[in-house]
């Protein structure tokens, strides 16, 4: 179990003091809509942070791929992505985009050891 930190912040001995915002986040998202959903998904938010750091602790090749709110719309090919940090006005994207995004990523070198962002 995690214990309660600051809302939008995470301790970690990796990270001692992560970002409080991403930089892919416009200003809706970063000084009203984000800090409303980070106290309201505080634990959510501290268990990706802990999976992450386990991730970047363990040694193995690994990417990260934060998709925003999914949808069961079918695969578009329009995706955008954005390495290490959230795609800039990125709301939704479907379950096919991110799925069709990781097989694609498999086969680039410059995407592993990184957090990904995905979005229509």
């Known amino acids: 179990m995690v214990s309660a930190a600051p809302v939008g912040v995470v301790p970690s001995p990796g990270r001692p ?3 409080r915002r991403d930089p ?5 998202m970063r000084y009203l809509l984000g800090p ?6 505080r634990r959510h938010y501290a ?3 802990l999976m992450e ?15 925003p709110r999914l949808t069961d719309k079918p695969l578009t090919g329009a995706y955008r992505t954005a390495y290490g940090r959230n795609v800039r006005g990125g709301l939704t994207v479907s379950r096919a985009d ?18 990904v962002g995905i979005a229509n």
């Open 24 to 28: 892919g986040d416009g200003p809706l």
């Open 53 to 67: 750091e386990v991730l970047r602790d363990s040694g193995l090749d690994w990417t990260v791929v934060r998709p």
């Open 36 to 41: 409303a959903i980070r106290r309201v998904l």
């Open 98 to 115: 991110v799925a069709h995004a990781m097989r694609h990523l498999l086969d680039r070198p410059e995407s592993v050891g990184r957090t």
């Open 47 to 49: 268990d990706l942070a």
């Open 17 to 19: 003091r992560p970002p």
